[in-house]
């Protein structure tokens, strides 16, 4: 039975990631496209028009400068061209100090990085000058002298750059996709908290605990992305008139980040108050009911903050908060039936919870605040 077991787990595997690398390459169609043409026409730009001889880093910085990455483009066209520019400075300086060899070129390659770093923290500010500092010294010097390189380099960075303001991506999308999956994700922590007191199982909130965990590094890339989109809309003249509402995505996603810390914290004291028997069996009850209306409304916040439905999104995000608001007036310890201090520092975490998602529901910090029951 194990051996025809396997078989079946390996080709449910493989179609599992078949479905989604078509997902990925249907999804990638266009910015190939673009990437494509760019790399192309900057590689026959350099070529035809400024009469350079095989102008691969025209066509190498444009793809690089482009890319699928989330960083924000402008930074790394700016790192393509600079990095490359010094990259081939440093090069030709040093060659002329050292001469030509390996042990010359392990040399260049060290002090390279070491200026990279010094310089600037990009990945791909390193890459490029280590890179083109290698390349001036193993390669032999082109026809147009050592900086054509360079030029290309800043040809090829000018198309990525063009491409990016006159054909962007709507800046919007990804930024709403983004929030309403991290919301997702932080409901379903707010219902394994729930699980956990309902089964009186600390296991169950430790996992809760490692899920808002795994979020971060996800977090921190659609932050980053986020940036990118405010440079887009900020730099584009189609997408210009959103620069607000992009802006707000980006101070909502702060928010957003907020309460999925906030959500760690309170995971792992919950941990702890199960453990030790910290809550009554009706604050147990009590707190388990408000973690999963809290869940429900969080639900319902992604849905209205992604524009999910149809027409305006005001009125399910009014009643998104509306519902959050109504959880946060009820979070007194009395209230729960909670009187132990360990479970009363469980309701103080929750609270510092609702404040954060009550921000993110657009709500005043000052109103927020004012709606949890003074202790």
Not at 8 to 26: H, I, P, Q, V
Not at 299 to 309: K, P, S
Request: charged content about 20%.
């Amino acid at each position: 039975m194990p051996e025809l077991a396997r078989p079946a787990t390996a080709l449910a595997f493989l179609k599992r990631r078949a479905r989604l690398g078509l997902r990925r390459s249907y999804f990638s169609i266009v910015p190939a496209l673009l990437i494509s043409a760019c790399a192309v026409g900057a590689y026959y730009f350099s070529e035809l028009v400024l009469d350079h001889q095989g102008p691969l880093f025209a066509a190498t910085s444009s793809i690089i400068a482009l890319g699928f990455s989330r960083d924000p483009r402008l930074r790394r066209v700016l790192e393509v061209g600079v990095g490359c520019t010094l990259g081939i400075a440093v090069g030709d300086l040093l060659l002329k100090w050292l001469g030509t060899g390996i042990w010359q070129a392990a040399l260049v390659l060290f002090l390279s990085v070491l200026l990279a770093r010094f310089l600037d923290s990009g990945a791909i500010f390193t890459t490029q000058l280590a890179l083109q500092s290698l390349l001036v010294v193993l390669l032999p010097i082109p026809a147009g002298g050592p900086f054509t390189r360079s030029l290309d380099a800043v040809v090829g960075g000018c198309f990525a750059l063009a491409a990016t303001l006159l054909l962007p991506r709507d800046p919007r999308r990804a930024p709403k996709d983004d929030l309403k999956v991290t919301l997702g994700e932080l409901s379903i922590v707010l219902r394994e908290c729930a699980a956990a007191l309902s089964y009186n199982d600390s296991t169950t909130a430790w996992h809760a605990l490692v899920r808002a965990r795994s979020q971060q590094p996800r977090i921190d890339a659609m932050r980053a992305g986020l940036r990118g989109a405010v440079e887009v809309a900020r730099l584009s003249p189609l997408y210009r008139r959103h620069l607000e509402e992009v802006e707000g995505l980006e101070r909502l996603m702060e928010r957003v980040d907020y309460a999925m810390r906030s959500s760690r914290v309170l995971a792992r004291r919950l941990t702890s108050a199960i453990n030790n028997a910290a809550l009554s069996d009706a604050g147990t009850m009590h707190l388990a009911e408000v973690l999963s209306e809290c869940a429900a409304s969080v639900d319902e916040l992604g849905a209205a903050l992604a524009g999910a439905r149809s027409g305006s999104t005001e009125v399910p995000l009014s009643r998104a908060r509306d519902a959050l608001a109504d959880i946060a007036t009820r979070l007194h310890p009395d209230r729960l039936e909670i009187s132990k201090m360990e479970g009363e520092t469980v309701v103080l975490l929750f609270r510092t919870l609702m404040v954060d998602l009550l921000e993110a529901a657009k709500m005043d910090p000052a109103e927020a605040r004012a709606l949890l029951p003074k202790l």
